[in-house]
Nanobody, 119 residues
Framework: QVQLVESGGGLVQAGGSLRLSCEAS????????MGWFRQAPGKEREFVAS????????SYSDSLKGRFTISKTTAKNTVYLTMNSLKPEDTAVYYC????????????WGQGTQVTVSS
């Protein structure tokens, strides 16, 4: 089983940047797919980005238009979400998730970290 802990959220001004971190523990992520999701007030949770641990292949929500970048530090079992040119509509709770090998769903979730973008 994998435990996921997000950090790095906070208050940032519009146009600024922020990097979120997700530290995983419990077992190796070598064969995992890791992802970031977000949920704004009154809205459904939405997919942001994902990365496969071994290959580093990434996938992004089309709506982000290149402003967000997902990355990882393998030795630290940590995945990051770098957010640039932040907009007020990016305000949400951001969640880290893990898709184990042999699975077809996001089985593990972190507690979430709040990101608030002010004008």
């Amino acid at each position: 089983q994998v435990q996921l802990v997000e950090s790095g959220g906070g208050l940032v001004q519009a146009g600024g940047s922020l990097r979120l971190s997700c530290e995983a523990s419990g077992r190796t992520l070598r064969y995992y797919r890791m992802g970031w999701f977000r949920q704004a007030p009154g809205k459904e949770r939405e997919f942001v980005a994902s990365i496969t641990w071994m290959s580093g292949s990434t996938s992004y929500s089309d709506s982000l238009k290149g402003r967000f970048t997902i990355s990882k530090t393998t030795a630290k079992n940590t995945v990051y979400l770098t957010m640039n040119s932040l907009k007020p509509e990016d305000t949400a709770v951001y969640y880290c998730a893990a898709d184990p090998p042999g699975d077809t769903s996001w089985s593990y979730w972190g507690q979430g970290t709040q990101v608030t973008v002010s004008s």
